[in-house]
């Protein structure tokens, strides 16, 4: 699937059907036929019959090596390895199956890897809710689970998204 999030494509590949299932459910409508310039690629063990990537030599309590422009961070726990590398515009988040995809993943799926690709195009994830109409619109934005959804959608019953990924400037 090809998503636009602001003026920005990014393409989400993935080893599983189930697996591109779960993460993309929440981005229908940002579909695109555009060319991305970015890819996320998902694999997962129990497609592919190989084990998610090793750890290197250097590896320390927490295996995490960042640079400038990329994120090498294994979460032992999950048995997961996220990398991403801004500068040529690709990710790779290495996880065990459908199952070891963690609950708060689900809804808003692949921020800290579309943060990372896209924050040198000064775009930045929001957490939000918005609710308009013809007339305007309402945006409530802070931290996850302050209650931004619940006063939208009894403000303007029948016409509330909620849910959404928001990028903005």
Known sequence: QTIRLGRHVVAIRSTADSVHSIITRTMGHLATADAAEVTISICDSAT?????????AWAVDTWR???ASTVLYQDRDRD???YSDAERGVA????RDEASI????RPAPLRALIARLLGPHAVTPLHAG???DDWGSLLLAGRGGLGQTTPLVAC???RVHA?????GR
Not at 92 to 95: D, E, P, R, T
Not at 102 to 105: D, T
Not at 163 to 167: K, L, N
């Open 48 to 56: 592919t019959q190989h084990a998610s990537p090793t750890e290197p």
């Open 65 to 67: 090596h960042e640079s």
């Open 80 to 82: 997961s390895v996220a």
């Open 92 to 95: 790779l988040w290495w996880i």
């Open 102 to 105: 963690p609950a708060w993943e």
């Open 130 to 132: 918005l609710a308009g």
């Open 156 to 158: 303007v019953p029948g």
């Open 163 to 167: 849910g959404a990924p928001r990028f």
